[in-house]
């Protein structure tokens, strides 16, 4: 077995990488309508739990390892799954790792997968990952299949389905020239606040909305409702 990177439509490969933490994810069937053809998968440590249990194998693995066990090692080594070792008396988690490699193989599409369970002191830092001024121009997304967490800077486009939750959350500071579309409260060129609640909680009309501001970063949480 090869390490999974997907072809795309005639050979192309379609230039996103996709990085697995080690974080909980509700439902991990739901997992494989977020990948795509010619995804190229890295495993943040203990994230290749997840892709193991998908029957995936990652072309690379990242970290300081503590979460790897012999026999998974071994049979990502025997896959061709090239391996990257980090100290454990690091300054950085391994998703920070993970994600500093994927922006330095030049991929301007990122999607990351299981980072937002599990601890809340982790899930706040992953966050903070994301608002780095060096992303500016990336587009990276967080996803665990229930939330898609991501940051715009100036338009975005939400995919998901009449009755499903956006919250919009400014970062910091305030977020001026805020525009929407296709929510069920629409936004007009307005300013949203730090530590007040206002964007919180809007509602899709239809399968896609669009999200614009002129200055500032503002979180955007889209929640899926879960259909039988």
């Known amino acids: 077995m090869q390490p999974t990177i997907l072809p795309g439509e005639d050979g ?3 230039n996103r990488a996709v990085i697995f933490v080690n974080g909980q994810i509700p439902d991990l069937d739901r997992v494989p309508q977020l990948l795509r053809p010619g995804d190229v998968l890295i495993a943040a440590d203990g994230g290749t ?30 896959a061709g799954t090239e391996i990257r070792s980090h100290p454990a008396d690091k300054n950085e988690t391994d998703l920070e790792l993970a994600l500093r490699h994927a922006t330095d193989s030049g991929f301007d599409e990122i999607l990351i997968i299981g980072a937002l369970g599990n601890r809340l002191d982790q899930t706040l830092g992953n966050l903070a990952l994301l608002a780095s001024p060096s992303l500016v121009g990336l587009n990276i997304r967080m996803d665990d299949g229930d939330e898609q967490v991501f940051f715009v800077r100036e338009r975005a486009q939400v995919d998901g389905a009449p009755g499903d939750l956006v919250s919009l959350i400014p970062w910091g500071r305030r977020v001026s020239g805020v525009t929407t579309e296709g929510l069920q409260w629409p936004l007009q060129n307005e300013t949203l606040h730090p530590y007040k609640t206002r964007g919180i909680s809007n509602t899709m009309n239809g399968e896609k909305a669009f999200i614009s501001v002129r200055s500032g970063l503002l979180l955007i949480v889209h929640s899926r409702q879960r259909r039988p």
């Open 12 to 14: 192309f490969f379609m």
């Open 49 to 78: 739990r997840h892709l193991l249990a998908l029957g995936l194998v990652p072309a690379l693995v990242v970290g300081d390892l503590d979460s790897l066990n012999g026999d998974d090692r071994s049979k990502l080594i025997a």
